[in-house]
């Protein structure tokens, strides 16, 4: 039975390289999982998913698959085509910049196409507040699971702190693209310290 997953994890925690080796995995048993991200995130460059250890694969848009699909996938056929190929999952990473509907599709996927769906994303943002498509996710997926990463000091991290001049900043914009320059996995109590690194 397909299942809606929602498997998410501070930054740096090897997301989109989890993402890379399931795709991997299918390939190997000659099985097509499509991939695909939110069109906002365009910090790798556009089509293409790369991790931080140097995985890399090209993708498409969700909007645009679903877009695709929309008018010709017919729920009584057996077997649904992207591409001229047969879909065995849907995989999207960056899902915390999903639309709460475009979850909701991608949920329909699942319930009455059988395939199934695997997000990755950032549950919150910088300032531990949920993005829309990640909450849409924790209220309906079947499978939710945490990618862990540490803190500096060993913890479980789960606060994506964006910083800048050697501060931890609170304020501004929800979406700001960004890596290493600009955000580090804290756990809660470096966030509320304000400890961005250990001290040499």
Not at 46 to 64: C, F, M, N, T
Not at 133 to 143: K, Y
Not at 167 to 191: D, F, P, T, W
Request: aromatic share 12%; charged share 30%.
């Amino acid at each position: 039975m397909a299942k809606l997953y929602y498997r998410y994890g501070a930054m740096g925690s090897s997301k989109s390289a989890n993402i890379l080796m399931v795709r991997y995995n299918y390939e190997e048993r000659e099985q097509y999982a499509v991939l695909l991200k939110p069109k906002v995130d365009n910090r790798d460059g556009e089509r293409v998913i790369q991790s931080r250890i140097g995985l890399s694969a090209p993708a498409g848009y969700v909007d645009e698959f679903l877009e695709e699909i929309a008018d010709v996938w017919k729920k009584e056929d057996e077997e649904h085509f992207y591409h001229g190929q047969k879909v065995d999952a849907v995989l999207v990473d960056e899902a915390q910049f999903l639309t709460p509907e475009e979850v909701d599709i991608l949920s329909d996927l699942v319930d009455f196409y059988e395939i199934p769906v695997i997000c990755y994303g950032l549950r919150t943002d910088f300032m531990n507040r949920l993005f829309p498509g990640s909450r849409r996710l924790m209220e309906i997926a079947d499978v939710i699971e945490e990618v862990p990463t540490v803190c500096w000091c060993g913890r479980r991290a789960q606060y994506n702190t964006r910083y800048a001049d050697g501060k931890i900043v609170k304020e501004g914009a929800q979406i700001m693209l960004g890596s290493n320059e600009s955000y580090v996995a804290l756990c809660r109590k470096h966030y509320k310290e304000g400890r961005l690194f250990k001290e040499e």
